[in-house]
């Protein structure tokens, strides 16, 4: 069982910078893949970036490409999102999850089992 705590969301102003991480216990973390999703108001929670546990893999969703960077430690057993040139279309509560495999991250949301509590960011204009 993987318990997921996410922190460093808050409130920026459009253009700025955010990082978030989450922290994981309970399992071991270089045997999951890893990835952020995130849900705004009134849609569906979307995935936004994966990383494979190897960290030889990263994918991102077309709208942040070039913008966020994923990244982990699994000393630390963290994963990171940079998150730069923010945009309001950003604001959502952002959440980690971790899906058990030694394969690349997928964009499904059935795929994870375990999932954080969320950590809110918002993105003003």
């Known amino acids: 069982q993987v318990q997921l705590v996410e922190s460093g969301g808050g409130l920026v102003q459009a253009g700025g910078s955010l990082r978030l991480s989450c922290a994981a216990s309970?399992?071991?973390?270089?045997?999951?893949?890893m990835a952020w999703f995130r849900q705004a108001p009134g849609k569906e929670r979307e995935f936004v970036a994966g990383?494979?546990?190897?960290?030889?893999?990263?994918y991102y969703v077309d709208s942040v490409k070039g913008r966020f960077t994923i990244s982990r430690d699994n000393v630390k057993n963290t994963v990171y999102l940079q998150m730069n040139s923010l945009k309001p279309e950003d604001t959502a509560v952002y959440y980690c999850?971790?899906?058990?495999?030694?394969?690349?991250?997928?964009?499904?949301?059935?795929?994870?089992?375990?999932w954080g509590q969320g950590t809110q960011v918002t993105v003003s204009s």
């Open positions: 999850a971790a899906e058990y495999t030694r394969g690349n991250p997928g964009p499904s949301r059935d795929k994870y089992a375990y």
């Open positions: 309970g399992g071991t973390f270089s045997r999951y893949a």
């Open positions: 990383i494979s546990w190897s960290e030889r893999s990263a």
